[in-house]
């Protein structure tokens, strides 16, 4: 991991841009973490938008998290902002949005198309970048995923011993093979939804909540579309992280 | 509205019991109430299992509103506890559960029977209730609705203007006639739903909650069963009435 620039931001949160191999991320620190005193750490998951675009929404959510004593971290997923193009992925969802607008259905291979090929690229390279992290002395753990693209986050709720929890957006297609790996989640699992999601399936969300095998698991719905997710929701996201990271 | 008995408990929360006519109840009072410092009011409804019963529940979630500055109070509901049996209320109760143990439908005429005449009686008198209580020099408003029976919540929510919250257990059988009053519903709620219970129709809540009103409406989901709301739910809901109360 190299980082290439650092920064204080107001409340005193260190904000460090890096490169991990080809991959660009972003590390948020409170001032408060030391070598002797090492914070847990939250992996900020985010759509295909790319970093530039979604850097406003997760520095917010990087400044809560240091306010409450937590690091954070975010890498570029794969075919998104300034990483190479991934030509098939642009064509799955170009695909699906055709047929979206089409009024088409979509069909379960496009969103298979779309999403598998993603999660089995991303999942790898956040595990490579959760080796980085926790090599900082800064950083001790325990480790959480926070965010979008829900299909990555159940991927990493099986694979990786160290996430011990999971705070996820449902608002993403989910391919059918995704519920069966969320049966095979077992950590504590605080699930956001918004009820009236232009993008989501509310019943596959209903659906896929239902399927998690993690004993500890709340959904927490709310009205609004997708971007409408109220200051209450992320203030009971806030209350999960704390309680399973401290 | 007679008080008949007074007590401090430990954490310094004031406990009185009373009688409104011939409904008996309990008020909880924080020890910073007063006349120049009134404080708002969290309505504690229950089910029908009576007030000696639900006593441990009740006072709990009292004590914890009087720690964040609210006065709570409950009355018993007509034909439970010390109050006269209501004949036509037990044959109702008996004839939804015989049906429910021999396995056969629970039809809406069974709901109906049972929940219609109580939410009618109940509910006149929790108004007049709310008379008694603002009369109280310690108490000034706002007002909540918080808990179960949830017929009676979106009744008083339609019908009672100075209730501004309600916070709504999802665990009892609602009469269809109720999904159209819901709809009339328009004061932020905070929605509960034990995702496992055993005694409720978890579609029938999900649509329950679709269908009412409010532009600012959450629904919190857990695992487990009737009683097994976690702690945290209980937070969520503390602090959403924090967020309307104060």
Redesign the interface.
């Known amino acids: 991991m190299q980082f290439t620039s650092e920064r204080r931001l107001d409340d005193g949160v260190f904000e460090r841009h890096f490169t991990l191999g080809e991959i660009p991320g972003i590390l948020w620190m409170p001032e408060t973490a030391s070598a002797s005193a090492p914070v847990p750490l939250i992996l900020l998951g985010h759509p295909t938008l790319g970093l530039g675009k979604m850097y406003p929404r997760l520095a917010a959510r990087a400044r809560h998290s240091a306010a409450e004593g937590f690091a954070t971290a975010t890498i570029e997923l794969p075919g998104s902002g300034e990483r190479p193009s991934w030509p098939a992925l642009d064509q799955a969802r170009a695909d699906l949005r055709q047929a979206m607008r089409a009024g088409e259905p979509v069909t379960d291979e496009m969103v298979d198309a779309l999403v598998l090929p993603l999660v089995d690229k991303a999942v790898p390279e956040w595990q490579a970048a959760l080796d980085a992290f926790l090599s900082l002395p800064e950083i001790g753990g325990p480790v959480a995923y926070s965010g979008g693209v829900i299909s990555i986050g159940i991927r990493l709720a099986v694979v990786e011993p160290r996430i011990v929890a999971a705070g996820l957006f449902a608002g993403s297609l989910v391919p059918r093979v995704m519920f069966e790996e969320a049966r095979q989640v077992t950590i504590p699992l605080h699930v956001l939804?918004q009820?009236d999601d232009e993008g989501n399936d509310r019943q596959a969300s209903?659906d896929l909540?239902?399927a998690f095998g993690?004993?500890?698991?709340?959904?927490?719905?709310?009205?609004g579309g997708h971007t409408g997710v109220?200051q209450?929701?992320g203030?009971?996201a806030a209350?999960?992280f704390t309680?399973h990271l401290k």
């Open positions: 939804l009820w209903l909540f239902d993690s004993k500890e698991k709340t959904l927490n719905a709310n009205m109220p209450s929701a203030d009971a209350a999960f309680r």
